[in-house]
């Protein structure tokens, strides 16, 4: 085996081998230097042995041995090297690689290769930036390994940098409750960071084979008194014995989707699973099926607040390379789209994996060990632009990341706080807690906690609700409230408008309006409780979202996007008949308000009969100003009179 083979396997390694000492240096190095003493030499091949046997105290002491006797004998100080580092113990690898470059750096140029990089993963940067640049001066290395070792140096230089410009945080380890022995992974974190679901990843006796089992279960636990409480299982019966992890839950609790790994029927070795709450059960999972899906591995899904998108970890082709990020979007018919790889400003040639995307969904963090940070899996935050186009990722900072593995985040509902899963303690994955800095804060959102009810009975209804952007007329959120409690969440983005419909078979249909434009900073979440009236004679509702030219009855296009629900509204109670009432306020005379208001109500008539309403469902009338609903003696009053009302027959 020659030296430029050698790199050839070399470049494919991030740590040292022993392969190079065991077969390598005996071909090169001795046969030039028959002055060394027979002792040592006797001693280094017996060091060989005992390393091949996986004897590496008595290798390192027949070693010591030898470079006692002989300083100057570079071999001895090279396999010393590999053996503290296969050890891991990087302090003593280094001092020995360093030995050995002092007495001839010619003798085995990559030795400076493997050093830089064990300076590089004991967080020594700037040293390892030097290692890296000294090692580039070697004529006597080939284009592939240099192409590695400039990579590295670009590395050291990122972690360098981002030892000496850190993030100013606290960062708090949950309590013993939480974190354990094992490994624990943070899965969500509530509004005011006062509930947690994390997953505990335990490891099982195994006496069929020396391999390990490992059973991945999710926990939740809230917080009293600035503590975390005992975490309790979630009630999964389906779980039992089967490898399940890596989940997300919905915002509003009524979903989680998850990793399933070898289940029967599944599609990949690990693929994708959604499971929903009804009734306080959670329900029989569903495989999000091949549109999702594929024969290779997807894991680590997150969905997102306003249940849009689905983001996930995938080894399939198609990508930059190991696991990339892909995403997929919930169609109309309820299944999931095709995914898409995020691209290049997210995904490397490396692994990127854990994607966490805020309410606002133009905040998006995920680890990598692909782009340059502090060592290992770092994590990276990625903001879409006004265009839809994700910005290039970068590094959260120091002292969130660290040397060791940072693997995901996840932030609170409020987007306040967030938690991390590190092994920054070297035993095992832990969560730490901290609040939002300026480098990862996301836009501000407002949560609409929202509930329907019966108005007769206060028993919950099931029904859509439509929240539509004023402006353009584009349907931002479709959801159910759930039938069991009434329950649904919206996302609203602040400095907006939108329309409100809540559709339901039996009832009159809502149409509302809510401006957010002046959203105050503490008013993250709204709450309200719609009361549904039950369809009967004489029941009216008004349309709120219909807008006229001025003085005239000629529709804006805008107010299409509200008789389009209307149309749905009416397919759905198919049996139901309505008068359109026109109304207006006092401006103008008599005759000329009722001409008005008749015509506008003829035109929502026309609107919805050209529409393939039956005309013998639909009247209309006009009433002037003559029913007033608020004080015509201001403009916000003028404005709820001119309003259309449809009426039950």
């Not at 009832?507 to 719609?530: A, G, P, R």
Request: aromatic content about 10%; glycine content about 6%; some cysteine.
């Amino acid at each position: 085996m020659n030296l430029k083979r050698l790199e050839n396997i070399i470049i494919h390694l991030i740590v040292p081998t022993a392969l190079w000492l065991l077969f390598v240096i005996p071909l090169h190095s001795f046969a030039q230097k028959s002055e060394v003493n027979k002792k040592v030499l006797k001693w280094y091949h017996q060091a060989q042995d005992a390393y091949k046997k996986k004897e590496g105290e008595k290798a390192l002491v027949l070693l010591s041995r030898a470079t006692k006797k002989d300083t100057s004998f570079i071999e001895g100080w090279l396999l010393k090297a590999e053996i503290y580092s296969s050890e891991g113990n990087n302090q003593k690898a280094i001092a020995a690689y360093r030995h050995a470059l002092d007495i001839n750096p010619d003798f085995f140029p990559p030795a400076g290769y493997f050093m830089g990089n064990l300076l590089l993963s004991s967080g020594k940067y700037s040293q390892a930036a030097d290692a890296f640049r000294e090692f580039l001066t070697n004529n006597n290395i080939s284009p592939a390994l240099k192409a590695k070792a400039t990579k590295q140096l670009v590395w050291a230089k990122a972690g360098k940098k981002l030892m000496e410009n850190p993030v100013f945080v606290t960062i708090k380890k949950a309590n013993s409750l939480i974190n354990t022995t094992e490994d624990e992974y943070v899965n969500y974190l509530s509004s005011n960071n006062q509930k947690l679901v994390f997953t505990r990843k335990v490891k099982l006796p195994n006496t069929e084979t020396s391999r390990d089992i490992y059973r991945e279960q999710f926990y939740e636990s809230v917080k009293q008194d600035s503590n975390w409480q005992q975490p309790v299982t979630l009630n999964l019966p389906w779980a039992q014995n089967k490898n399940v992890g890596a989940m997300s839950l919905t915002a509003d609790g009524k979903d989680i989707y998850f990793t399933g790994c070898r289940w029967p029927g599944s599609i990949g070795r690990c693929d994708l699973y959604n499971s929903h709450l009804k009734n306080g059960t959670w329900q029989i999972p569903v495989n999000l099926g091949k549109s999702v899906n594929s024969p290779a591995w997807e894991s680590q899904p997150f969905v997102s607040a306003d249940g849009k998108y689905l983001l996930f970890a995938s080894t399939r082709p198609g990508g930059y390379g190991g696991s990339d990020i892909w995403m997929s979007v919930k169609l109309k018919n309820n299944q999931w789209s095709s995914p898409v790889n995020l691209g290049d400003s997210i995904n490397t040639s490396g692994n990127e994996m854990a994607p966490s995307l805020y309410a606002d969904n133009k905040t998006l963090v995920f680890s990598s060990d692909g782009h340059p940070g502090l060592g290992k899996q770092d994590l990276f935050i990625a903001r879409k632009n006004s265009a839809g186009i994700w910005q290039k990722a970068e590094n959260i900072g120091y002292p969130v990341n660290t040397k060791y593995n940072e693997i995901n985040l996840i932030y609170s509902l409020n987007g306040k706080y967030a938690a991390i899963s590190s092994d920054r303690e070297q035993h095992n994955f832990d969560i730490y807690e901290i609040p939002v800095y300026p480098k990862i804060k996301p836009e501000r959102i407002l949560f609409f906690h929202g509930k329907v009810i019966d108005k007769k009975t206060g028993k919950p209804v099931s029904a859509q609700v439509i929240l539509t952007d004023v402006t353009t007329g584009l349907k931002l959120s479709i959801r159910h409230s759930a039938p069991d409690d009434g329950t649904f969440l919206m996302i609203m983005e602040p400095r907006q408008t939108y329309a409100f419909n809540i559709l339901s078979k039996g009832y009159l249909m809502l149409s509302d309006k809510y401006s957010v434009e002046n959203l105050i900073s503490d008013s993250l979440h709204i709450t309200k409780t719609f009361r549904l009236t039950p369809i009967k004679q004489g029941g009216r509702f008004t349309l709120k979202n219909l807008y006229f030219e001025t003085d005239s009855p000629e529709l804006k296009g805008k107010s299409f996007f509200e008789l389009n629900k209307l149309i749905t509204y009416l397919n759905l109670n198919p049996s139901l008949k309505l008068e359109i009432r026109g109304h207006t306020d006092n401006r103008g005379s008599t005759k000329h308000n009722l001409s008005l208001s008749r015509q506008r109500a003829k035109a929502v008539y026309d609107y919805l009969t050209a529409h393939n309403i039956k005309a013998e469902r639909l009247s209309y009338s006009g009433y002037g100003a003559s029913q007033p609903v608020a004080d015509n003696s201001t403009s916000e009053g003028k404005a709820k009179n001119r309003r259309v009302e449809l009426i039950v027959k």
